[in-house]
Each structure stands twice: as C-alpha cells, then as structure tokens.
C-alpha cells in the first residue's frame, strides 16, 4: 500500500530536550516536505527536499533540522525544542514539487 | 503573504443539500489547483485537481469549479453527507513551485 509514515505519533517532552520525528514514503517520489498545522493558520512548509542531500527552508523553519540521507526518508528534528513548537506535524511527498502530495497521518507535539 | 484565502472558517449544511467551497488566489502564474480533505487525528488527504486549462473537474459527488479571470475557485459537494464533514483545504501550485494552501474551512453536514 502506497503511503506516507510518521513517527512517534503523539510526542510530550520539555523544553530543550532534542528530538526527533521520523518520515518515510514507500512511493519512490522525490519530493518530500514537513508542515506544521496551527490554529487560524493552516498548513506552514517547515522545509522540503526535492530529492536525496537537497534540502531547503519552507515559511517557518527556524528551530528545525532536516536531513535526507535516503530518499524514503526525511526525519525532522528539533534540536532544542521550546514551547511555540507545540503543533500538529505533517510530512508529505509527492513525485514533483508542485505536484499532489501525500500527507502521513500526524505527529502531535506538546513542548513543556 | 497568503496567497490562497479561503476566507469562510466554517460552513454548516444539511445533508442532501449542495456544499459550496470558495477559495481565492492571488499569484496568477498558479496553474492547478487541488482540494484536500481532513478529519481529525489525520493526514489531509487528496480529493480532486484541475489544471488551468480547464474550468470544471467532476468526481463523483465532487466537482471542481475554476474561474482563471476572478482567480476564484470553488468545491461543490451534491449531496452532502454527514461523512463528509471535515477540514478541506485548497492549495495552488505552478512548476517548480511548492504546494501554498489556504487555511482550511470546517464544513460540518447536519443530519
């Protein structure tokens, strides 16, 4: 089955305690991107990648890392997480970058 | 700076009755156009596209409706069901261009 994973899921941890959420897509696409949903703000690109050591910052990336070792991976990462990063994340791909991307299904953050 | 606006936070319908979407851009180099739809606790998940060398785009019960000159946009549901109740977000792109989404409207389909 075609699909976008994310994990953890729903993550609780406390300021400045680096973490990492993982993304991976079993599609072959090249295209990959991290967004984060806030209240009143929709969906924000954090950053993409448009294919493997190619990354770039989307609108909101201060505070996080990316890395695209491999091309079914794209992990984010915060390296010193502070409250405001409290958010729904989603990762996404798709073949091209202004092609239909397809959304994992979450990660919850509460920063403390 | 938004440049897709959907400019209805939520929208209430009863089922069996059309739902109608709006959603503005700004950029006139956008060139397609997609909707996407989200329940809670989940991923948005493609609905329907269409290219800017089209105006209508039918699937199902949802139709995409473009008007290039108003830069207008729109998402028809006949008939809504309760199922369909979620977030639906619009977006717009050209090539080598991200995905810019507009902030989403909560449609909510009364029984």
């Known amino acids: 089955e075609a699909q976008v994973t994310q994990n953890p899921r729903y993550l609780i941890t406390v300021t400045g305690k680096k973490l990492t959420v993982t993304c991976s897509q079993n599609m072959n696409h090249e295209y990959m991107s991290w967004y984060r949903q806030d209240p009143g703000l929709g969906l924000r690109q954090i950053y993409y990648?448009?294919?493997?050591?190619?990354?770039d910052k989307g609108d909101v990336p201060e505070g996080y890392k990316v890395s695209r070792k491999e091309k079914r991976n794209f992990p984010l990462i915060l390296e010193s997480p502070s409250p405001n990063q409290t958010s729904l994340y989603f990762c996404a791909s798709s073949q091209s970058q202004g092609g239909t991307q397809y959304f994992g299904p979450g990660t919850r953050l509460l920063v403390l | 700076d938004q440049q897709v606006k959907q400019n209805s936070p939520s929208l209430s319908v009863q089922e069996g009755r059309i739902s109608i979407l709006n959603c503005d851009y700004t950029?006139?180099?956008?060139?397609?156009f997609l909707w996407y739809k989200k329940y809670p606790a989940e991923g948005p998940t493609f609905l329907i596209s269409i290219s800017s060398i089209k105006d209508k785009n039918e699937d199902g019960r949802f139709t995409v409706f473009l008007n290039k000159s108003a830069k207008h946009l729109s998402l028809h549901i006949v008939p809504s069901q309760p199922g369909d109740s979620a977030v639906y977000f619009c977006?717009?792109?050209?090539?080598?261009?991200?995905?810019?989404f507009g902030k989403g409207t909560s449609l909510l389909v009364t029984p």
């Open positions: 950029n006139s180099m956008f060139d397609y």
């Open positions: 990648s448009m294919n493997v050591e190619v990354t």
């Open positions: 977006a717009a792109s050209f090539v080598g261009y991200a995905l810019n």
